[in-house]
């Protein structure tokens, strides 16, 4: 293939100089034919060459592929496959050439096809380490307990050290923003000056004029708490939070495609599996300002510079709940039982990313583990023993006491079956609050094990369980097996011989004297 300039010298050593042709392919290295046939043109033109063609490994798999590529141009960002999914994917169809290329004709494919993302410029950004933290949601799908579920990611991200921490959530409430921050700050070792937010409504009330914000009073509790300024973006503009964003993509596609087709049990496997990620991703990743250095170690020089995390913030949001006839309250189209006191009464509700709890007077009154499903109602039985007093009948058919323990759905069997054994129950039950689960669950034990339980037997074993002071404190199984002991005297008589020569000496002089003892 000949260049221009070559061509371009040939004519000039030609028309020029006036150089032989001889010397002419002396000079250049080319043959008499090559250069008389480009002598023949009377002007000069740029060479032509036809295409050449290149056959590459990707061929065989482009249809496959610009399918692939068609099909994710349809979905959400979080469902798209990332190039080097399809890589393994065709890899696993056979294909034995390098991710680059799958790239290229990825780029390729999106530039014919019009898709290309115009780039904007930007400027970067450098922060001082403790100076700020990022935070940011992601709305990600997964299964948990059996049913896929719409999970809310939460992301916190510092700026200097680029050390990040996950948390899954059901919602973006009040309640599970402040559970984010503080297991995040607790991660880190520490709280960073700034915390720079886009307009969540979690956060901002309004948007008033330029960087004046109306902050949600709730959030702004959370920030004097623990002591950093919020920061809040332009409207539509995520880039003034890059780190974060950047944070959200790459997570999608290092940590999240693993954890959406998992089944976890509970939110609480999820998590820990996120946690423990996140500590794996600081010693893998390498900083981008320091690429000799990974995460982890520039975060162990950033914690210098972090204030000291104080007590978590007591991050609830409180309702005010009315209590049904039948001692529940409603939530989020769920039931929760409360005790029978406060029925038909207003209790306060205070409302954790994981549990709710009501409180009436100052005073925690019930508390329930929190559930994210619909139609369901959670009782303490012991919310109901009052009650009982009163109307000892509703032990037979009352729901709450089916989740009795085993020990007490036995008593109630064997008691039921005589007349009158539903107030004896209730007797049983009576003494829980006034002794303790744990003592009166001993008891009853204690009274099955004997084979004729009876209510006077159970309490008979629990008074005799509470006179004991030792077993009293001891646990469950140490109190069961003190009980199996038998009885000993807590002081015990002594041999006493001088008695005898006492009642000698009573006895002879009597016997002399005539009289009889």
């Known amino acids: 293939m000949i260049k221009v300039g070559t061509l371009a010298k040939i004519r000039r050593l030609y028309f020029r100089d006036k150089q032989s042709i001889k010397e002419i392919c002396r000079q250049t290295g080319m043959s008499r034919n090559t250069v008389r046939s480009w002598l023949r043109d009377p002007e000069m033109v740029e060479p032509k060459y036809p295409a050449r063609v290149i056959v590459s490994k990707l061929d065989a798999y ?6 692939w590529l068609k099909a994710d141009s349809g979905r959400g960002k979080r469902e798209r496959r990332t190039k080097g999914q399809m890589w393994q994917a065709l890899c696993e169809l056979g294909y034995t050439g390098s991710y680059g290329r799958v790239c290229a004709f990825a780029r390729l494919w999106k ?52 050390a990040f921490w996950l948390v899954a959530y059901p919602g973006q409430g009040h309640e599970m923003l402040f559970d984010a ?30 960087k004046k914000r109306k902050i949600n009073a709730r959030f702004e509790a959370m920030t004097g708490h623990y002591l950093f300024e919020p920061e809040f973006c332009n409207v539509a503009s995520g880039w003034e939070k890059g780190i974060v964003e950047k944070n959200v993509r790459d997570r999608r596609t290092s940590i999240w495609h693993r954890a959406k087709d998992r089944r976890w049990a509970d939110w609480a496997e999820l998590n820990a599996w996120l946690a423990e990620q996140s500590k794996v991703a600081w010693a893998d990743l390498n900083h981008p300002e320091y690429p000799a250095m990974k995460v982890a170690d520039v975060l162990q020089d950033e914690q210098t510079q972090l204030m000291p995390v104080p007590r978590p913030f007591d991050g609830y949001v409180e309702l005010l709940a009315r209590v049904t006839s039948t001692s529940l309250i409603h939530l989020e189209r769920n039931r929760y039982s409360v005790p029978t006191e406060h029925a038909n009464s207003v209790v306060s509700l205070r409302i954790y990313h994981d549990h709710i709890a009501a409180v009436a007077d100052g005073v925690r009154v019930a508390a329930h583990q929190r559930c994210f499903d619909r ?98 404190n001891l646990g469950e199984a140490m109190a069961a097996e003190l009980a199996h002991l038998p009885l000993k005297l807590r002081v015990e008589p002594t041999a006493n011989v001088a008695r005898y020569d006492d009642l000698r000496q009573s006895v002879v002089p009597s016997a002399v004297s005539g009289v009889q003892p």
């Open 111 to 162: 530039i014919q096809e019009g898709l290309a993302a115009a780039k904007g410029a930007f400027i970067p950004l450098k922060f001082r380490q403790g100076e700020a933290f990022q935070f940011d949601w992601s709305t990600e799908y997964t299964f948990i307990g059996g049913i896929r579920r719409r999970v809310e990611l939460a992301h916190t991200k510092l700026c200097a050290s680029r």
């Open 375 to 472: 139609s369901q109602t959670f009782y303490d039985w012991q919310h109901y023993i009052s009650l009982l007093e009163r109307k000892p009948g509703g032990l037979r058919n009352g729901a709450p006491f089916e989740t009795m323990p085993a020990a007490f759905k036995q008593l109630q069997a064997i008691l039921m079956r005589k007349s009158g054994g539903d107030a004896v129950m209730a007797q049983v039950l009576a003494a829980v609050p006034v002794h303790g689960l744990d003592a009166v669950l001993v008891a009853a034990e204690l009274a099955l094990e004997s084979g004729k339980p009876s209510g006077e037997h159970v309490l008979n074993v629990l008074a005799r369980l509470k006179s004991n002071t030792p077993a009293a």
């Open 62 to 67: 482009s249809e496959t592929l610009s399918l």
């Open 181 to 210: 921050h503080a297991r995040a700050f607790e991660a880190f070792g520490g709280v960073p000056q700034r915390g720079i937010y886009d307009n969540m409504k979690t956060a901002v009330d309004q948007v008033l004029a330029g």
